[in-house]
């Protein structure tokens, strides 16, 4: 069993950054494929993006390329996204997910094993 937890969310300008954290338990977190998604209210639960085992490999939703940078410290067991420019659109929780073994896609919501609580992220105009 694996626990996520997220942090670093909270309210800022628009243009403004915040680097997102996600604190994973177990000693098998070098093995598995990460992802953000986020949600707002009313809403499905969207990917944004996600990273390999290694950190070899990321992925982006093209709403957040070139904004946002995902990676991973494995000595920590954490995931990072780091946020640059938000937009009053970027405003959800932000939840971290863990795959235990990467199924052929990196976006797939059901394909995920494990979830995080989440954390709010607030962009004002």
């Known amino acids: 069993q694996v626990q996520l937890v997220e942090s670093g969310g909270g309210l800022v300008q628009a243009g403004g950054s915040l680097r997102l954290s996600c604190a994973a338990s177990?000693?098998?977190?070098?093995?598995?494929?990460m992802g953000w998604f986020r949600q707002t209210p009313g809403k499905e639960r969207e990917f944004v993006a996600a990273i390999s085992r290694s950190g070899g490999t990321t992925y982006y939703a093209d709403s957040v390329k070139g904004r946002f940078t995902i990676s991973r410290d494995s000595t920590k067991n954490t995931v990072f996204v780091q946020m640059k420019g938000l937009k009053p659109e970027d405003t959800a929780i932000y939840y971290c997910?863990?795959?235990?073994?990467?199924?052929?896609?990196?976006?797939?919501?059901?394909?995920?094993?494990?979830w995080g609580q989440g954390t709010q992220v607030t962009v004002s105009s």
């Open positions: 997910a863990a795959q235990e073994r990467y199924r052929g896609s990196y976006s797939l919501i059901n394909l995920y094993d494990y």
């Open positions: 177990g000693r098998t977190f070098s093995t598995y494929f």
